[in-house]
């Protein structure tokens, strides 16, 4: 079965595969949806603009980006609340992903273009939103080099995907969390502002470390002087100290997370006191030690608001207060919720109903 709506050609299942999906049991990212949306880019223009069955590929065993590492990602949700389906911010995520592009010496993709193909993917794959508050479809737009070359130079093809996984919370649990004093996310001049796959490769093996020792993840410091705090694992972190939010500024080490960005939106518009500003490992402990930290939380699109109730650092935990006390983390993430399901003011204009 196959038709042509405006420039996507659309070919759905013959026999779709929700009936085998427990929606009340799903592990994160291992379940795909029926669709997904594909797209080429070759003599300087995307084409082949597709919506197909979720399948597995073929490509040579030289294209680029298997040994070179030319691969960006996203990471975005939409939400479900009866008929209407609903996703937030999704321009911000696209923007960052054409921000990645150019980092990596990869094309931008027009927003028009990429939007067009993620509202018709939500259409034909509407029934893969759960539609409960805990519940969501992740969306992974993704794009990669796809030259068969083996010599390092950009790309000069590339393909471009999205596919949807129904998915339940991240984490299950408050976060253990350890400082790392040794290895690095992402150094000055570097590519930690980018959804870059490597990041995330590279952050393994530390990731690794701290599980072993008994974290559920890590806090990465700067790479000079492992002195200052960075980011929590693949969150932007934040801090409530003596009733001041505080999270790492953006200056090129870490992911500008539109969480983040939405959080501060949220904090200062209800009267909170926010600070960008470096902070110190030192503080954070002091702050710890004394009582002054009230809350500690990961904020990112899969978990949404993680809390954090140890921090490790130099061999002693340090126990945070009781997550059932944490007033402005808790109240964020009802609001977020609850906004991305269309049942608060959108006074920002950041939820689009398809
Ligand atoms: C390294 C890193 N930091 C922060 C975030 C949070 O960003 P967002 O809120 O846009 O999901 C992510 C997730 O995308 C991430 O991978």
Not at 3 to 14: F, G, N, R
Not at 274 to 298: H, M
Request: proline letters at 4%; a negative charge; aromatic letters at 10%.
């Amino acid at each position: 079965m196959s038709t042509e709506i405006a420039s996507i050609k659309i070919t759905k299942v013959e026999a779709s595969r929700i009936g085998e999906v427990d929606f009340d049991n799903i592990p994160f990212g291992k379940v795909f949806s029926d669709h997904m949306f594909t797209m080429d880019y070759s003599d300087g223009e995307w084409k082949n603009l597709e919506i197909t069955p979720f399948k597995d590929l073929t490509f040579s065993p030289a294209i680029s980006s298997l040994h070179y590492g030319q691969s960006i990602f996203e990471g975005m949700k939409a939400y479900r609340r009866g008929e209407n389906i609903y996703t937030f911010r999704a321009k911000d995520n696209f923007d960052r992903l054409n921000k990645s592009a150019e980092r990596m010496c990869m094309p931008s993709i027009p927003n028009k273009l990429v939007m067009d193909g993620l509202r018709e993917l939500l259409k034909v794959d509407k029934d893969w939103i759960p539609d409960n508050e805990s519940n969501s479809l992740y969306l992974r737009p993704f794009m990669f080099a796809t030259d068969e070359y083996v010599g390092i130079r950009p790309s000069e093809k590339y393909k471009f995907i999205i596919f949807c996984c129904p998915v339940g919370s991240y984490y299950t649990e408050p976060l253990k969390v350890k400082i790392e004093t040794h290895y690095t996310r992402a150094a000055n001049g570097g590519v930690g502002e980018a959804k870059a796959a490597g990041n995330y490769a590279s952050s393994l093996y530390p990731a690794k470390l701290a599980n072993e020792q008994g974290y559920h993840q890590l806090l990465w410091t700067d790479s000079k002087e492992h002195k200052y705090i960075e980011e929590s694992g693949t969150m932007n972190v934040m801090f409530v100290i003596d009733n001041v939010l505080i999270t790492p500024p953006l200056t090129g080490t870490i992911l500008p997370g539109i969480t983040r960005k939405s959080v501060l939106e949220i904090a200062k518009d209800w009267g909170y006191k926010t600070e960008e500003r470096q902070i110190t490992v030192d503080e954070v402990i002091t702050a710890a030690k004394n009582n002054t930290l009230q809350e500690a939380f990961g904020a990112g699109t899969a978990a949404t608001i993680a809390q954090i109730e140890v921090i490790g650092h130099e061999g002693t935990n340090y126990d945070l207060p009781a997550v059932k006390d944490r007033e402005l983390s808790n109240k964020l993430l009802t609001f977020l919720n609850r906004i991305k399901r269309g049942l608060e003011d959108d006074k920002w204009g950041w939820i689009e109903k398809i």
